[in-house]
């Protein structure tokens, strides 16, 4: 029988994921799982990473017995996606920074990063920058305290605006700076009040909708809608399993990796 696609991060940023998923493809059954143990992955030794990784999302492949798995997360995904494929029987879909669409769209040529300290730092991006923009100015900002903020805004929270304008601060120095990309996908969930915070008005790029439509290529014959969809995590919570049921995961079950 066919499974669920199953959407992965550390914790509730694969959510904006699961929103473009839900617009892209409406019929298809989703699960998800997060590794809110571990949170945040962002600034976590990269072997260490590599080996949690690759056990969580095993154990989310089992207990789901997904179609296909969407790894929802930049720092994971700049990191582990090869080994994923290669350990896991069925199709992995990455998340990576949008650079490519970013410098396509950025009139200065000047576009910003906003990720995480992994993310930022990872030999991938830095491939990502050269192979699609060459002809541009690149400005990695590491951005590990709005991973917490929404966070707090999918329990219920609101989240700092204070933090929101400490992190994006750095950006008044780069007024020619025109286009931001998201490259974390707790990021998108907080597009309103980023918005609010930033220093002059940026164009914002994130990558949900381009996996959600490659997700819908490369994993065939998904599990269809209604079916029961179920949120996989490693410490459960109230507030996270409310969280989950208000994107549809009406069951949070407790994960435990080997
Ligand atoms: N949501 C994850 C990403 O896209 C990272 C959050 C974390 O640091 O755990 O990179």
């Not at 910003?112 to 002809?135: K, Q």
């Not at 959600?212 to 998904?222: E, H, L, N, T, Y």
Request: glycine share 8%.
């Amino acid at each position: 029988m066919a499974g669920p696609v199953l959407v992965f991060d550390s914790g509730v940023g694969g959510l904006s994921v699961v929103a473009a998923l839900r617009r892209r493809l409406p019929g298809t059954a989703l699960a998800y799982a997060c590794d809110n143990a571990m949170l945040p992955y962002g600034v976590r030794e990269d072997d260490w990473l590599v080996r949690r990784i690759l056990a969580v999302c095993e154990a989310a492949v089992a207990a789901s017995a997904c179609s296909g798995l969407v790894v929802a997360c930049n720092t994971a995904s700049t990191l582990a996606l090869e080994v994923l494929r290669a350990r896991l029987s069925v199709p992995v879909v990455g998340t990576v920074p949008a650079i490519k669409p970013a410098a396509g769209a950025s009139r200065t040529r000047h576009i910003g990063l906003l990720a995480t300290s992994a993310t930022v730092a990872r030999p991938y991006t830095a491939r990502l920058i050269r192979d699609f923009a060459g002809d541009c100015r690149v400005t990695r900002l590491a951005a590990d305290p709005l991973v917490g903020e929404a966070e707090r805004l999918v329990m219920g929270q609101a989240p700092e605006v204070e933090t929101l304008r400490r992190v994006l601060a750095p950006l008044a120095e780069w007024p020619d700076l025109d286009t931001l990309v998201l490259g974390c996908t707790h990021f998108p969930l907080l597009r309103e009040p980023l918005a609010e915070a930033v220093p002059h008005p940026v164009r914002w790029v994130d990558s949900g909708d381009a996996i959600a439509r490659r997700a819908g290529q490369v994993i065939a014959s998904p599990q269809r809608r209604p079916a029961p969809e179920f949120g996989w995590v490693t410490a459960p919570t109230p507030a996270l399993a409310r969280g989950l049921a208000g994107f549809g995961f009406a069951e949070t079950r407790r994960l435990a990796p080997t």
